[in-house]
């Protein structure tokens, strides 16, 4: 008896189907639930300007527990991890828990405060604001922990300081721009400082008139007949008469 071809594919995708088992999809609790990959971005950007440089997808072993976090940075010894149904965390796990850890694993990561200021951030799965809360309850823990700390802020420097130096506090010996701290009338008087101390400055030794430096100043009429030496007066010759005399006969 010849079986059809069409009931021997048939078997065959049923024997098939008793071994196959899909890989189950994980999604995420709701549409605002940051995922895996945007919830590490975000803590590491907040993070970043304390000076953190986590390394992402650590596996550590603590108290004989292996732990693997989304990122650690071993010179500060700090690390995060962000629970979430998309990462899998929650499976084989008890409903109301929280945290999406195994209680050995949430001993073994509390317990490193204590033991070796080793601090950890858990974050549950949440919407932006709620991670951002999050991580900014951190910081503050760390610090209160010392792990941080606050830089020192330093003075406000004055554009304008009433005293720029010692012995000058009064205000009669500044300029009218200093006094106000008015950039504009600094500009104005520049400006006409420029105009005005030009003419002065270029001006040199008879050119009083305006001639340019190559222009001989020709002395007037005035100038040159009084600086000609004046001439002897001639005394008159004697005449004939005064010559002779009177004459007595």
Known sequence: MRIPPVVVCLIATLVAGCYYRPKAVRYRASPNVLSEEEAARLI?????PYGFKFVNNMQLQREGVKVEIDGYDRAMRVGFEYVSREAGDFEDQESDNPWGLTP???DAV???ATTAREYFLVVPE???EEVERGVETFVEKLYALEVLKKREAKPKQDLFPEN???GKSDKDDLLPWEATGDLTQKRRAM???EKTGAKDDD???GQEDGALPFEKKEPSSTDSSSRRKTAPEKKPSPTDDEDEGDIDF
């Open 191 to 193: 400006e006409s400082k």
């Open 44 to 48: 590491q950007i907040k993070l970043e």
């Open 104 to 106: 050995a694993e949430i």
């Open 164 to 166: 720029a130096g010692k």
């Open 203 to 205: 001006i040199l030794p």
């Open 110 to 112: 509390q317990s490193r």
């Open 126 to 128: 949440g919407n932006r």
